[in-house]
């Protein structure tokens, strides 16, 4: 399953720049979108993973010129971190031979690692996400759309064939986070604090950061804790969304809240197995809210900045849109019920946001006005929306 959008932004890329990073959590499918891509264009593909294919590169100018002419694709990448600096090199010799585009195709599972090492390549490289499907990527039917809140938009999770396998598979996943690619970019977290507390950050699913708080149930400092947050949203594993600031005489909420971006592995921690159970689980709420913040960020354009608004008396909106070229927001609200009711507080966002367009996302399918200048409008088509900006 390899999603239409995410090749295409490959490809645009690749006729743009000379190196191209794809980014995504482990297992979301970047190694078979790569090798897609390979098979198009002639490629030469190397997992840097395999001794074998690392030692191809022992030589890496000798290597690139005898492949000058095809597209080379660099997985695992982060296993030598130290070929960033020569592909600098390598770039600008090509630039000056006219062969300044499509050069290299780069992979990664953790960003923030991943940017730091490639900051040699500044101003020769584009970065593309590839995030899980999401609702524009899978059937647009009811049972494909609770399959995929359910078990998340891990390829093998969506695809498995049963609830249990897809449970398996997301707590194998889990371990393997915990075991191996932690201890890789950090090697000094324990892998069990680091456990507790993500499972932590999955029961308050949505929650203002409160670092003082979850260091005095895990017997660590606060920032310990922050840092460790940093390791999960490096590894691309949770989003920490920043309050949205305003010219208005509030307190505003200054903390960001942090969601567990694959709703699969939010379930997964908290030993959520099915629908069933989720519908009478507390996080059944917050899950959804995240999981329509997940889908509409995953469509959107990536000059669209996101955030939220809270203020101390309540006025409150889950997911602010400010939108390249515009200077009023779009600004929304989530439901989960079929018969939305707009709340005090969103109204209230609204306004102090002198928002240009007001959206309540909910459970249901039809698209009508709920208020003047608000409309309910389903999570599908609030996700092509944002996707056709």
Known sequence: MIPRRASAEVLAALRREAVVALLG???????????????QSDAVVLDLESSVDRD????????????????VVLDEIHKMPEIFAELRVLVDEGRRLGKGV????????????????SESLAGRIEYVDLGPLNLLEVEPTFEAATRLWVGGGLPLSFLAKSDENSMIYRRNLVRTYLERDAPEFYPRIPPLTLERLWTMLAHAQGGLLNAARLASGLGISAPTVVSYVDLLAGLLLVRRLPPRHANVNKRLVKSPRVYVRDSGLVHSLLRVTDLDALLSHPVVGPSWEGFVIETILGNAPWEVLPSFYRTANGAEADLVLDLP???????IEIKRSSSPRLSRGFAIARRDLNAERAFVVYGGDQRFPIQRGVEAISLREMATLVRDL
């Open 25 to 39: 959590p482990r297992q979301t499918g970047k190694t078979t979108l790569a090798r897609a891509i390979a098979e």
């Open 56 to 71: 191809q590169l022992a030589d890496l100018p000798f290597f690139v010129r005898a492949n000058q002419d095809r597209l």
């Open 102 to 117: 499509g050069r290299f195709l780069v992979l990664g599972s953790a960003s923030i690692p991943f940017l730091r090492q």
């Open 325 to 331: 070229g515009n200077l009023r927001p779009w600004v």
